[in-house]
């Protein structure tokens, strides 16, 4: 799921730089040295698109920590009663 968790934050960067880069007058201006105004077409699908990747995201971080409790419920053990450990004490029968 780590893997998953990657290339979805990775996605998400992609859409931020390219909305940053085509719709940010600051980052046009200083970066691309250009003065031309925004598509505003082209910015509300880039916004689109970001909030879209950001949902994804989430919700790979949400199933990233769902899967690893799971995999702790599954490790540790879930009753005092186990006969495979030891009295209290260290006393053996």
């Known amino acids: 799921m780590f893997p998953v ?3 979805m934050m990775q996605q998400h960067d992609d859409a931020v730089s390219e909305h940053e880069r085509e719709c940010d007058m600051e980052y046009r201006l ?3 040295d250009t003065i031309e105004s925004p ?3 082209l910015c509300g699908e880039l916004e689109d698109e970001k909030s879209v990747r950001v949902s994804y995201f989430l919700g790979s971080i949400a199933l990233f920590v769902l899967f690893g409790i ?3 419920v599954l490790v540790l053990p ?3 009663n186990d006969p495979k450990q ?3 004490g260290g006393e053996l029968r």
């Open 39 to 41: 598509d505003a077409v």
């Open 30 to 32: 200083l970066v691309l």
């Open 78 to 80: 879930y009753d005092n």
């Open 5 to 7: 968790m990657m290339d």
């Open 70 to 72: 799971g995999g702790l």
């Open 86 to 88: 030891p009295p209290m």
